[in-house]
């Protein structure tokens, strides 16, 4: 069974650094593209991130030089290190991927999803 | 980037009866979109992708339909764990991008 657990969210103060992390089970992470999805409150899902199986990343332009997504393989982990966190940061935090899944004409679609993890940016 | 737009953003309908949510594409990218359902406190969940394709495990009430610039989500007859928000989202290019969501409110 696929599985996805954040952690790492918290209240955090304008300016400062926060590291998520998106633990999986059921699949290999390095086999899969990774993706970061977040949420503010009320709104609707704004995509963040995308780690690619070949290593290569892309980013929002409302977080890129801010964000960085990486995994580590030995742990089947996915991270998103938070940097100059801002107010309009503040979110849910879901990691995501395709888990391996292909729709009919060989694109990956987005499966799985964890439970997410609530970045609060206040002072 | 492609600006995906649903409509309505709410939904009245009364348990038994058809909503028919659209989502509309800025350009045309064939059939890769999904369909999410999300309730309070919850992840999104998978309902549709390949634009008319049933993840498993969703009943037949939900049906998908349409390609190119033009999607539509129709739930046939609205149950009480149906009343949600439900977001498309394309899946064809990077960056992926969502709807704004539509309410499916109880009338």
Same mark, same amino acid.
């Given at each position: 069974?696929?599985?996805?657990v ?10 400062? *650094?926060l ?7 059921g699949?290999?992470? *390095? ?6 999805? +977040? ?5 609707? $899902? ?9 290593? *290569?990343?892309?980013y929002?332009?409302s ?7 990486? +995994?580590?393989n030995?742990k089947n982990?996915l991270?998103?290190?938070m940097?100059? $966190? +801002? ?13 391996? $899944?292909k729709?009919?004409s060989g ?7 964890g ?9 | 980037e492609i600006?995906?737009?649903?409509? @309505? ?5 009364s348990p038994?009866e ?21 309730k @309070?406190?919850?992840?999104p ?6 634009a ?6 969703i009943p &037949? ?11 539509t /989500?129709?739930?046939?007859? /609205?149950?009480?764990?149906?009343? &949600? ?9 990077? @960056? ?6 539509? =309410?499916?409110?109880? =009338?």
């Amino acid at each position: 069974e696929v599985q996805l657990v954040e952690t790492g969210g918290g209240l955090i103060q304008p300016g400062g *650094s926060l590291r998520l992390s998106c633990a999986a089970s059921g699949f290999t992470v *390095s086999s899969n593209y990774m993706i970061w999805v +977040r949420q503010a409150p009320g709104k609707g $899902l704004e995509w963040v991130s995308v780690l690619y199986t070949a290593g *290569s990343t892309s980013y929002a332009d409302s977080v890129k030089g801010r964000f960085t997504i990486s +995994r580590d393989n030995s742990k089947n982990t996915l991270y998103l290190q938070m940097n100059s $966190l +801002r107010g309009e940061d503040t979110a849910v935090y879901y990691c995501a991927t395709p888990g391996g $899944l292909k729709d009919s004409s060989g694109y990956y679609y987005v499966r799985y999803w964890g439970q997410g993890t609530l970045v609060t940016v206040s002072s | 980037e492609i600006v995906m737009t649903q409509s @309505p953003a709410t939904l009245s309908v009364s348990p038994g009866e058809r909503a028919t949510l659209s989502c509309r594409a800025s350009q045309n990218f064939g059939s890769n979109l999904a369909w999410y359902q999300q309730k @309070p406190g919850q992840a999104p969940r998978l309902l549709i992708y390949g634009a008319s394709t049933r993840a498993t495990g969703i009943p &037949a009430r939900f049906s998908g339909s349409g390609s190119g610039t033009e999607f539509t /989500l129709t739930i046939s007859s /609205l149950q009480s764990e149906d009343f &949600a928000v439900y977001y498309c989202q394309q899946y064809n290019n990077w @960056p992926q991008t969502f709807g704004q969501g539509t =309410k499916v409110e109880i =009338k």
